[in-house]
């Protein structure tokens, strides 16, 4: 038997080694090669005995002449040899979208198959997203139809354009990122590296086979190191209430009790104009969870019986939970709770987020990440918002925007980022022990000299983490259509927000009756239409999420799901036939047995064409309804317009 000896090849993917005996021959040696570099065919790649390629080995029959150790180079004769399908080191995915190249799942191709991005990433990604410019008088030489250097579109991510743009953009969108990513990659401009997940979390299992830690660790298993570095580009771009009056709502309980709040809030995603290929996050309702307040604190009371409902209601209503919004109000009269607030966060000379509320932000977006087809894991960072309510330098309310990095994010999810005992704006990397590894985690800044150096995060400026996302209301020449009934002028009083007891807001049916008895009083004799619709009596989260678990009279969400399937497409006439069926009049005759003082009439709640009522007129004394053309009443005999 031949003894066996090592050839290396060499090539643009880098070297390898094959099993060789003297008994082989150049065409079994080319065979082999198509083997160990997992390529489809010989016919594309030519070997060489030299460098230089003056030497070609032949592929011929004939037995070789190599010794142990021998080095040949392999050359490519076409520019994609090493991006097959069949590849073993990488995977290309062919489509009419930007190509992606994974390196390290080989089933990255039916992952990407079953991903749904957001809609707003699906209509981002059809934008061409460049910037057109004018033609520059002084430096344009050519016609109107031409193009130079000085005019022709800049990409979405220009460093000069975002910085230049009135406001500066401090970060690019996430779409803009990625054609970044796509315009930077060498060689094919639509072919980048996958967004990889930053991990700060040992292996369970090292395929090296050792002992699990403190036992055992290898440069397999363990996470590297991380430097944190400020994030360029955000997954939102802009956040906006749909309306002031949910946010007066959501400040009242701070108003009544003193007491700091917590609330989810509930929108959607769209295109947003002010930035390259940037996400808005509208905000069109606020959810207050179970929780317990004090002035100084909040915490949230798990599990919530009536999260997976509220979510299941706002799916049906066409929005999603999208971030979650906390006061930090203090005010300046401490003692009569009135007057100006203090300014005590929002700049350089104060802090942003404290440790807790980066640990706690970074936790609501691990659990809400963005789907994301550019990553093998399927979703990439997170686009869910916080959003703190507190003073600002004249000492009146405003909002402030946040998101944590992906690194925060990957910090959280480890369990590895503590906050400090007495400075809340700076964080505490843990330290290793037997229980838990943590990677070295460093981060820069520039000493006395302005030399910058390296320092080990603990402790660590939050400024790393922090993204800020401008946050505000719609101008008043927009015209945005609330999803709820916040800015209908007939609700004098709204329906009880959930979770309230403290300050003695109730949910219950004499709370719902009061509700709609403002409608069922509202005088339309001599109104020429009706001066609400049925969306504003019904169009309330709030009221919605009571009508399903209240212990009086429940309602499913198979019964439900005619009224929000009309309230998500405005629907008023679906609205009506809703309002008019079984299930809504037998509670309307539930609410007048629970309050007597309940109007008669709201057994007619339910939205009327206004040429019926404008041609009809109720007896004051029977209340029958009759028509116009009758002066007199048609079951008490009573004229009309004359008091019993």
Request: net charge negative; hydrophobic share 30%.
């Amino acid at each position: 038997m031949s003894n066996i000896f090592i050839l290396r090849v060499q090539s643009s993917e880098g070297t390898k080694r094959i099993d060789w005996t003297t008994q082989d021959t150049y065409k079994k040696l080319y065979e082999k090669v198509v083997d160990v570099f997992s390529l489809s065919s010989s016919d594309h790649f030519v070997l060489y005995r030299e460098q230089n390629k003056k030497s070609p080995i032949p592929r011929s029959p004939i037995k070789t002449n190599f010794r142990h150790g021998d080095i040949i180079y392999l050359v490519s004769e076409q520019d994609n040899l090493f991006s097959k399908e069949n590849s073993s080191s990488s995977l290309i995915i062919k489509s009419d979208k930007p190509i992606i190249k994974s390196s390290s799942q080989l089933n990255f191709l039916s992952k990407l198959l079953d991903i749904k991005e957001d809609d707003v990433d699906l209509q981002l990604e059809k934008i061409d997203g460049r910037i057109p410019r004018q033609q520059d008088p002084q430096l344009c030489r050519h016609n109107r139809h031409g193009k130079c250097l000085n005019c022709i579109p800049i990409e979405p991510y220009d460093e000069e354009y975002l910085k230049n743009h009135n406001p500066p953009i401090k970060h690019m969108s996430f779409q803009a990122y990625i054609r970044k990513l796509q315009n930077e990659t060498s060689g094919d401009r639509n072919t980048f590296s996958s967004l990889e997940n930053i991990s700060c979390s040992i292996k369970d299992q090292c395929s090296a086979g050792h002992a699990p830690w403190p036992k055992g660790v290898c440069t397999k298993c363990q996470p590297n190191p991380m430097t944190l570095m400020l994030q360029p580009y955000r997954h939102v771009d802009n956040i906006m209430f749909e309306n002031g009056n949910m946010v007066n709502r959501f400040l009242n309980y701070w108003r009544s009790a003193g007491h700091q709040r917590i609330g989810f809030l509930y929108g959607r995603y769209e295109v947003y104009d002010g930035v390259p290929l940037g996400v808005r996050a509208v905000v069109t309702a606020i959810y207050e969870p179970p929780q317990e307040t004090s002035k100084d604190s909040v915490e949230l009371i798990f599990p919530d019986l009536h999260e997976g409902i509220v979510d299941e209601l706002a799916d049906c209503l066409g929005i999603r939970r999208i971030g979650w919004i906390f006061t930090d109000l203090i005010p300046n009269d401490k003692r009569l709770g009135t007057g100006p607030v203090v300014h005590h966060r929002g700049n350089m000379n104060t802090l942003f987020l404290t440790a807790q509320e980066c640990i706690m932000a970074g936790w609501f977006q691990n659990k809400h990440l963005n789907r994301c087809k550019y990553s093998p894991d399927g979703h990439f960072g997170s686009k869910f918002v916080t959003v703190v309510v507190t003073g600002d330098a004249s000492g009146q309310i405003q909002f402030e925007g946040y998101q944590v990095s992906n690194q925060c994010m990957a910090l959280v999810k480890s369990d590895i980022l503590l906050p400090t005992y007495d400075a809340p704006e700076l964080g505490y990397i843990k330290e290793t022990s037997s229980e838990q590894y943590v990677p070295d985690v460093y981060y820069k800044e520039k000493d006395s000299y302005n030399n910058e150096i390296m320092k080990i995060a603990r402790p660590l400026p939050l400024e790393y983490l922090i993204i800020d996302i401008p946050t505000g209301f719609p101008t008043a020449n927009a015209q945005i259509q609330s999803t709820f009934n916040d800015n209908c002028s007939i609700i004098t009083t709204p329906f009880c927000v959930e979770n309230r007891t403290k300050i003695n807001e109730l949910q219950d049916m004499d709370t719902l009756a009061l509700y709609v008895q403002q409608f069922a009083e509202i005088d339309v004799k001599n109104s020429k239409s009706n001066p609400y619709k049925a969306t504003d009596i019904l169009a309330d989260l709030h009221l919605l999420l009571y009508l399903v678990v209240n212990d009086i009279f429940q309602f499913s969400m198979d019964q439900l799901n005619p009224l929000l399937n009309s309230l998500r497409t405005n629907d008023l006439k679906g609205v009506e036939t809703w309002m008019e069926g079984d299930h809504w009049q037998t509670l309307l005759q539930l609410l007048q047995i629970e309050l007597p003082s309940l109007s008669s009439s709201v057994n007619q709640l339910t939205y009327t064409d206004s040429e019926e009522q404008s041609s009809q007129w109720t007896c004051s004394q029977c209340t029958f309804l009759n028509n116009n053309s009758n002066q007199k009443c048609d079951m008490c005999s009573l004229e009309n317009n004359t008091s019993s």
